[in-house]
């Protein structure tokens, strides 16, 4: 291999890690459907044959913007809840997490929120790859069970206690669009609170 390969690698990478980026800014400014390529290739000062080259069409760059926007939250919040040693700390740690990184990123609750009211692309697929849902809601549930097995949790379904989690978080960007200023700190505290009475064994 030469030197101008892995420079090359390197600039691509950059480049389109930069295409999607302005992907989310444009998806959480304007909305999906006015999201076109050309306004998107325009933020990234790239002419649209330059995402073409990257990117199978606008349906494959906005799933790949969906796998960023989820990898990026847990690269963030997973170290934090896997240093917890009990499973109340943990789900405690998850949730404060989840809202830091909204409140850290909120073009990227944005985006997702957009998105997601843009219903099922042309072929009938869902815009977002349901896969890179599935850790978050994998995560929660485990420590569910964790807290279960303990005793430090009461007997609950653990599916429906996770999905209940999940929506609560996911209502967020929603309320960063209908409120002008929002106390992160208060909002993840009311969150915590709640779900801690909903899941304790006492």
């Known amino acids: 291999m030469t030197d101008?390969?892995?420079?090359r690698s390197f600039i691509e990478a950059a480049r389109r890690a930069q295409i999607i980026e302005c992907a989310i800014e444009t998806i959480a400014e304007v909305g999906f459907a006015?999201?076109?390529?050309a306004q998107i290739a325009k933020r990234a000062k790239v002419s649209t044959g330059v995402i073409?080259?990257?990117f199978a069409g606008k349906d494959d760059l906005i799933r790949e913007v969906g796998v960023h926007v989820f990898a990026t939250g847990e690269a963030?919040?997973?170290?934090?809840?896997n240093a917890e040693e009990t499973a109340a700390g943990a789900l405690r740690?998850?949730?404060?997490?989840?809202?830091?990184?909204?409140?850290?990123?909120?073009?990227?609750?944005?985006?997702i929120l957009n998105i997601t009211r843009a219903g099922r692309d042309d072929r009938d697929r869902p815009r977002l790859d349901p896969t890179i849902?599935?850790?978050?809601?994998?995560?929660?549930k485990s420590i569910l069970t964790w807290g279960q097995e303990t005793g430090e949790f009461r007997g609950f379904s653990v599916s429906v206690?996770?999905?209940t989690i999940i929506e609560a978080l996911d209502a967020l960007p929603q309320q960063?669009?209908?409120?002008?200023?929002?106390d992160f700190e208060t909002y993840a505290a009311e969150l915590v609170e709640l779900f801690d009475r909903a899941t304790r064994n006492a």
């Open 161 to 163: 206690m996770a999905v």
């Open 176 to 182: 960063l669009v209908e409120e002008a200023v929002l």
């Open 4 to 7: 101008a390969q892995p420079r």
């Open 34 to 37: 006015q999201a076109s390529l």
């Open 76 to 81: 963030l919040i997973r170290p934090g809840v």
């Open 52 to 54: 073409s080259y990257y």
């Open 133 to 140: 849902l599935e850790p978050r809601l994998d995560g929660f």
């Open 93 to 111: 740690a998850f949730i404060k997490a989840s809202v830091g990184f909204i409140q850290s990123h909120p073009t990227y609750g944005q985006a």
